[in-house]
C-alpha cells in the first residue's frame, strides 16, 4: 500500500490548474499597463480607476443587484412555499404533473427557457397589453421563474429530512397549521431557506441567456455589458471587473464558512458538555 | 379496581385502515377519569395508530370516539383537550427548553406572569429549573424525555397521551422514570394513555392494560387480573412466560373439572370455565411459578412426573426445565424460601405439583 496514487494526484493537479491558472492569469492582467491583454506592460492600477469611473458599469452593477435582490426574494417565497407542499402534501391531486412542473427547468436548456419566456411576453403583449416593453420588469420575472425552481429543490430536500413529528406536536400543543409553520418549520429549515436565496441571488446575478431573451433597450445587466464588451475583445478594464467580482464570492464563502464553522463547533461542544455534566 | 366509573373517554368500534392494509380492526375501550391506562402489544400491532386517532392526527376509518361526552369526530388536533408526548419527544429544537414547556400556553388567556408561573411550576414538577435556558441538544435524553412531559402537561390536559414514553432510556433510568411517572399522574390528576411494549412497565405504570395484537384488542383488565386469568393464547404468552398443552375435557363436576393431558401421560384436575364439555378440545396453560417440585408424589393436589433436563440457581430463586414421560419439557420457577443442601439436581426423578385452580384452560 506504499504506491502513491501518482495518477490521481496528477489528475487532481491538471483539474485545479484547469479551473485555477485562468482566474489567477485574469487578476494578474488586471494590472497590466498596457492596453493589449496579451502583452505585459508594467504593473498599474489605472484600469481599476477608469473602472470606477465608468457611469456604465456602475449603472449595470446596481441594475444586475437590484434584480437579483427582488427575484432571488420573491423565488424564495415562492420556491419554500412550492419545496414545503412537494415534501409534506404526500397526497393532492396533480401532485406528479406539478413535481415535474417544478423540477423541468432544472434540465431544460436555458435558451429554450428564455426563448418561451420571450414569446410568453410578447404573446402577453398582444392579448392583455402588457408588457409594453420589456427591460426591468420582464428580467426579474424571468429570473423568479427559473431560479425558482432552485430553491424548491433545496427546500424540498430539506424539509423531507426533518422531523414531522414536532410539527405534529406544535399542532397538538393549539397551533393552527399556519402558526406551526410560522413558529416550526420555517425556523428549523432557515439555513436551507437561506441557501436557496444565496443560489438564486448568484444565479439571477450572473445569468446571460435568459437576461438576453427578456431584456429590451436601456437596460443592460452586468453581465450583458461584460458579454457585449468581451464580444469587442477582451480589454484590461472587464480583467478589473472580474477580479472584484471574483474578490467579492471569495469573501462571501469564506464568511459563510467561518460563520457555520463557528455554529457547528458550539453545538457540538454544548452537546459533548451537555453529556458530561448530567445525571 | 373499583367498581367502574362512568366513562371519560369511549371509543367506539374504531377502526383505521391504510390502503388495502387494516392497521386497527374494530377497536372498543372506555377509560376512567384519572386512570392510567397501558396499551401493550407487539410492534406493528397498531397502538400509535390508535393514539394518534385520539390526538386527531388520523380520522378513524369507522367507528367513534367520545371524550367527556363530547364526540371527537372531525375536531382537528389543535382543538382537542389532549396532548400526546411522542415516541421522540418532539422538542422544538431552536427554543430553550423553558420556551418549549411554555409552547401550548400562548393558546391560552393567561398574562404573561402567569404564564411564567405556570413554567415555573412544570420545571419544578420535573426538577429541570436549572436547565431552563439550555437548547434541547444541550441536555441528557432522560432531562428531554422529561421536557416533552413538561410541555405536554403545561395546558393541563383532560387526556394526556404517552408514545413509549420511556424506550430511549437505559435500564436504571427507566425504573426510576416509571416511578417519577406514576407520581406526577398522582399529583396532578391527569388521565394517562401509556404505550409500551414492554409488559413489566405495563404492569408497573397501569390500573389497567389492553393487550393488543394484529389491530385488535385481546383482552382489557387490571395487570393482575390479565395475568392470572388470560382469555387467549396469545395474552397468556404474551403476559409473562407460559407452558401450553393441547387437552381434552373427559367429565366436568359442579366446581371442577377433569382434564385429560397427553404430555402429562395423566388426567389433572382445573377449574371451570362457562359452556365447558366433556369431549370439548383446548389448550391447557401452567405458568412456571404455580408449579412445585416434589421429591414424593403428593396427596390431593395434581401430579405429574418427570425428570429435571435443567436449571438455573439464582439465589433468591431457580429455574428448572423439567422433561415430561411424553418427552416434552415445561418450566418451573422455584423460589427458594428454605435454606437447604439438598435442592433437586440435574437428572433427578420428581414430582410437579400444583393446585386445579392453578392450570388455565384457553379456547382462542
Ligand atoms: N401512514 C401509514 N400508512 C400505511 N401503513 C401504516 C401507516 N401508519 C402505520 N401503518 C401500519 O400500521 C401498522 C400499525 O402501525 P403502528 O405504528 O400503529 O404500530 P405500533 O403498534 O405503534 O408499533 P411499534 O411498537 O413498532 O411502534 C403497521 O403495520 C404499520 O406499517
Ligand atoms: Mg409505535
Known amino acids: ?279 | 379496581m373499583p367498581d367502574q366509573p362512568a366513562p371519560f373517554l369511549r371509543i367506539d368500534g374504531v377502526s383505521k385502515t391504510f390502503g388495502t392494509f387494516q392497521a386497527v380492526k374494530d377497536v372498543s375501550l372506555t377509560i376512567a377519569k384519572g386512570e392510567i391506562f397501558a396499551l401493550l402489544g407487539g410492534s406493528g400491532c397498531g397502538k400509535t395508530t390508535l393514539l394518534r386517532m385520539l390526538a386527531g392526527f388520523e380520522e378513524p376509518t369507522a367507528g367513534r370516539i367520545w371524550l367527556d361526552g363530547q364526540d371527537m369526530t372531525g375536531v382537528p388536533p389543535w382543538e382537542r383537550p389532549v396532548h400526546m408526548m411522542f415516541q421522540s419527544y418532539a422538542l422544538f429544537p431552536h427554543m430553550s427548553v423553558a420556551k418549549n414547556i411554555g409552547y401550548g400556553l400562548k393558546h391560552e388567556k393567561l398574562t404573561k406572569d402567569q404564564r411564567m408561573a405556570r413554567v415555573r411550576e412544570m420545571l419544578d414538577l420535573v426538577q429541570l429549573t436549572p436547565f431552563a435556558d439550555r437548547k434541547p441538544h444541550q441536555i441528557s435524553g432522560g432531562q428531554r424525555q422529561r421536557v416533552a412531559l413538561a410541555r405536554a402537561l403545561a395546558r393541563q390536559p383532560k387526556l394526556l397521551l404517552l408514545d413509549e414514553p420511556l424506550a430511549a432510556l437505559d435500564k436504571k433510568l427507566r425504573e426510576h422514570t416509571q416511578f417519577e411517572l406514576m407520581s406526577i399522574q398522582e399529583r396532578t390528576g391527569v388521565t394517562f394513555i401509556v404505550v409500551t411494549h414492554d409488559q413489566e412497565e405495563a404492569m408497573t405504570l397501569a390500573d389497567r392494560i389492553a393487550v393488543m395484537d394484529k389491530g385488535q384488542v385481546k383482552q382489557v383488565g387490571a395487570p393482575g387480573h390479565v395475568y392470572e386469568h388470560p382469555d387467549s393464547r396469545f395474552v397468556a404468552n404474551f403476559l409473562g412466560s407460559i407452558t401450553q398443552f393441547p387437552a381434552r375435557v373427559s367429565s366436568v363436576a359442579t366446581d371442577r373439572a377433569t382434564v385429560e393431558v397427553p404430555a402429562f401421560g395423566a388426567t389433572v384436575e382445573t377449574g371451570l370455565i362457562p359452556g365447558l364439555a366433556a369431549g370439548e378440545a383446548l389448550t391447557l396453560a401452567i405458568r412456571p411459578e404455580k408449579l412445585t417440585i416434589l421429591r414424593e408424589k403428593p396427596a390431593g393436589l395434581n401430579a405429574i412426573p418427570g425428570e429435571i433436563k435443567d436449571l438455573a440457581y439464582f439465589g433468591k430463586d431457580s429455574l428448572y426445565r423439567v422433561i415430561l414421560p411424553s418427552g416434552e419439557l415445561i418450566s418451573v420457577h422455584a423460589v427458594n424460601a428454605k435454606r437447604e443442601d439438598n435442592r433437586p439436581d440435574w437428572y433427578d426423578k420428581i414430582w410437579l405439583g400444583f393446585e386445579p385452580a392453578s392450570a388455565i384452560l384457553l379456547r382462542d
Open chain 1, 1 to 279: 500500500m506504499k504506491r502513491r496514487p501518482w495518477f490521481l494526484f496528477t489528475m487532481l493537479a491538471f483539474g485545479f490548474a484547469f479551473f485555477y491558472i485562468p482566474i489567477l492569469s485574469m487578476i494578474v492582467y488586471s494590472f497590466n499597463g498596457s492596453r493589449l491583454a496579451t502583452v505585459w506592460g508594467g504593473f498599474s492600477t489605472k484600469w481599476y480607476a477608469s473602472l470606477f469611473s465608468n457611469r456604465q458599469v456602475g449603472a449595470a452593477l446596481v441594475l444586475s443587484v437590484q434584480i437579483a435582490l427582488i427575484s432571488a426574494t420573491v423565488a424564495t417565497i415562492l420556491g419554500t412555499m412550492a419545496g414545503l407542499a412537494l415534501a409534506r402534501f404526500t397526497k393532492f391531486r396533480g401532485r406528479l404533473l406539478f413535481t415535474g412542473m417544478v423540477t423541468a427547468p432544472l434540465v431544460m436548456p436555458e435558451v429554450i427557457t428564455g426563448i418561451s419566456t420571450l414569446m410568453f411576453f410578447i404573446l402577453m403583449a398582444d392579448w392583455v397589453g402588457w408588457p409594453g416593453s420589456r427591460g426591468f420588469t420582464t428580467i426579474t420575472l424571468a429570473h423568479i421563474t427559473f431560479s425558482m425552481v432552485f430553491v424548491t429543490t433545496v427546500v424540498q430536500a430539506r424539509v423531507s429530512q426533518s422531523d414531522r413529528a414536532i410539527e405534529e406536536a406544535a399542532m397538538d400543543l393549539g397551533s393552527r397549521p399556519w402558526q406551526v409553520l410560522w413558529d416550526v418549520t420555517l425556523p428549523t429549515i432557515f439555513p436551507a431557506v437561506l441557501s436557496g436565496w444565496l443560489l438564486a441571488f448568484t444565479i439571477s446575478l450572473d445569468d446571460v441567456v435568459i437576461t438576453s431573451f427578456t431584456t429590451g433597450p436601456g437596460n443592460t445587466t452586468l453581465p450583458l455589458l461584460i458579454w457585449s464588451k468581451v464580444k469587442l475583445g477582451v480589454t484590461p478594464d472587464i480583467n478589473a471587473l472580474a477580479t472584484l467580482i471574483v474578490l467579492a464570492v471569495g469573501a462571501g464563502v469564506i464568511i459563510a464558512g467561518i460563520v457555520l464553522n463557528r455554529a457547528e463547533a458550539r453545538r457540538a461542544r454544548d452537546e459533548r458538555l451537555a453529556y458530561r455534566a448530567n445525571e
